[in-house]
C-alpha cells in the first residue's frame, strides 16, 4: 500500500486536499469546510502526523519567484555499485530540490532549481562530473501546468 497501510477515510481525502491547497488554515476554517468540530480536526490532525501520513507543514513558492528560476529535470544513469553513492552526493547540493529513485533505463531523476541558465549549466557539468555517474540527459522545464 502506497500510506503504508494507514487507512484514510473520505474526511481525511478531503482533510488532506485542504491542507495541500494552503496549509495555513486555521482549524476553525479547516472544521468549517468540513462541517466537524475543532476537536475533531485537531484529532484527526494528530493521528495524521502520528501515522506519518502528514510529515510537516512548508512553504510552496509562489507563481511570481518561481518563474524567476531555471528548473529542470536531469534522468542519472549511475554505474553498477554506485547508486547510493550518487544519491549521497546530489543530496548534498543544495540546488538539487528533488531526488527521486526510478526503474527503467536511468536510476535517478534529479529535480533541479538554478537562479539562472549560467548556474543550471554549471550544476548540470557539477553532477555529470560525480564518481559513478554514467550518463545524464536533463529537460528543462518551460512551464508547470499543475502542482499540487
Known sequence: MPNGGVTLDEVDERLLTLLRDDARQTIAQLAKELGLSRGAIYSRLARLEEEQVV????VRLG???????????????????????????????????????????????A???????????????????????????????????VER
Not at 55 to 58: C, D, F, K, L, V
Not at 116 to 123: C, F, G, K, R, V
Open 55 to 58: 510529515a510537516g507543514y512548508t
Open 63 to 109: 507563481r511570481a519567484f518561481s518563474a524567476s528560476r531555471m528548473r529542470a529535470h536531469m534522468m542519472i544513469k549511475t554505474l553498477p555499485r554506485y547508486h547510493r553513492e550518487v544519491e549521497q552526493a546530489l543530496a548534498a547540493i543544495p540546488l538539487v530540490q528533488a531526488i527521486h529513485a526510478i526503474s527503467g533505463e536511468y536510476d535517478i531523476i
Open 111 to 145: 529535480m533541479l532549481e538554478a537562479e539562472d541558465s549560467t548556474q543550471l549549466n554549471e550544476l548540470i557539468d557539477e553532477i555529470g562530473l560525480l564518481d559513478g555517474v554514467e550518463r545524464t540527459t536533463t529537460s528543462v522545464i518551460l512551464v508547470t501546468k
